[in-house]
């Protein structure tokens, strides 16, 4: 069964930097075969989606991320990363690791990031 873990939440200043990792198992083929993608969600509010990576390689951004923000693969690690610098306040929420593929789609349980001074 395909599990997704994602890691490197925390408490960090606004304008501080946090980099999260989603590791996949048994196997990141999963990360290979189609898309994977980070969201966000707030208590009480629907899932955001914020940086997708295609099969291709090509990325895309939320707006509110776009140059702050940056989603990565590395194959032989399997795992996915998202880099987030120039924290802001309202970058505050429980961050979700996604796989969408011909197998399936897949969900981390989340890593909390935190953005307070």
């Known amino acids: 069964q395909v599990q997704l873990v994602e890691s490197g939440g925390g408490l960090v200043q606004p304008g501080g930097s946090l980099s999260l990792s989603c590791a996949a198992s048994p196997s990141g083929t999963i990360f290979l075969i189609g898309t994977v993608a980070w969201y966000r969600q707030a208590p009480g509010e629907q899932r955001e989606l914020v940086a997708t990576l295609t099969r291709g390689g090509k990325t895309n951004y939320e707006d509110s991320v776009k140059g702050r923000f940056t989603i990565s693969r590395d194959n032989t690690k399997n795992t996915v990363y998202l880099q987030m610098n120039s924290l802001k306040h309202e970058d505050t929420d429980v961050y979700y690791c996604?796989?969408?593929?011909?197998?399936?789609?897949?969900w981390g349980k989340g890593t909390l990031v935190t953005v307070s001074s």
């Open positions: 996604n796989a969408n593929n011909p197998l399936g789609n897949y």
